[in-house]
């Protein structure tokens, strides 16, 4: 059975940093445009227990393996 995921959607910013946002509403809402944002499906148990770093380090790991995908093709 496949471990469920919860969503975030994330945006890196120009400095490298990772910002994370519940769902598009809310990043909106904080200024980002939702054309930006990458969804990004997360283990339940890090979403549940996982600290905002490791949901940030999460992402951007994540982030890195679609950039690493994207480059090779």
Same mark, same amino acid.
């Given at each position: 059975?496949?471990?469920?995921? @919860? /969503? *975030?959607?994330?945006?890196?910013?120009? $400095?490298?940093? +990772?910002? *994370?946002? +519940? $769902? =598009?509403?809310?990043?909106?809402?904080?200024?980002? $445009?939702?054309? =930006?944002? +990458?969804?990004?499906? /997360?283990?339940? =148990?890090?979403?549940? &227990?996982?600290?905002?770093?490791? *949901?940030?380090?999460?992402?951007?790991?994540?982030?890195?393996? *679609? $950039? =690493?995908? @994207?480059?090779? &093709?």
């Amino acid at each position: 059975m496949e471990e469920e995921q @919860n /969503i *975030l959607f994330v945006r890196r910013e120009q $400095d490298g940093a +990772v910002t *994370l946002y +519940v $769902d =598009e509403d809310w990043a909106a809402e904080r200024g980002a $445009d939702p054309s =930006e944002l +990458v969804k990004v499906p /997360i283990p339940r =148990e890090l979403y549940a &227990s996982g600290t905002v770093q490791q *949901l940030r380090e999460y992402a951007a790991t994540y982030l890195e393996s *679609l $950039d =690493e995908t @994207n480059s090779s &093709s």
